[in-house]
């Protein structure tokens, strides 16, 4: 079923991926999520846990890269996607982290992606996040 069929709402930010424009889809992520009547501490998850993907990303991203956070506004949740192309072939999203334990409690649901993009590797960590505190 594609996006239009299931009535959700797409919303798409993409920055120059640096670590000062983070905040940028923070505040986004955080404005969608009160305007979809989230309660406090989801709107609250998911603001760090959108924080954390992108750090974790910029981190990784080449040195003219694009962040890209997709966000999809469901009934009662919403889902993200964040992306950005790799500085190295060989880079991968760890998921034995802190940061990605961080993302595991923030978030209902959290997945990491890599895929070939063209001549790069694309990095792509999803998430979701229900509006109440139980899923």
Do not use: N, Y
């Amino acid at each position: 079923m594609s996006v239009a069929e299931s009535g959700a709402a797409v919303v798409e930010v993409r920055i120059s991926a640096r670590p000062a424009l983070i905040p940028t889809v923070r505040a986004v992520a955080s404005d969608l999520a009160g305007r979809a009547d989230f309660d406090l501490d989801a709107i609250s998850d998911l603001r760090m846990a959108v924080d954390e993907a992108c750090t974790t990303l910029v981190g990784l991203a080449a040195d003219d890269g694009v962040l890209s956070c997709r966000f999809v506004l469901a009934d009662d949740r919403i889902e993200v996607a964040v992306t950005t192309q790799a500085a190295k072939a060989e880079a991968t999203i760890s998921t034995d982290s802190f940061g990605w334990r961080v993302l595991e409690t923030l978030a209902d649901e959290v997945s990491a992606a890599r895929a070939a993009d063209g001549d790069a590797e694309s990095l792509t960590i999803r998430l979701s996040k229900h509006a109440g505190t139980a899923p």
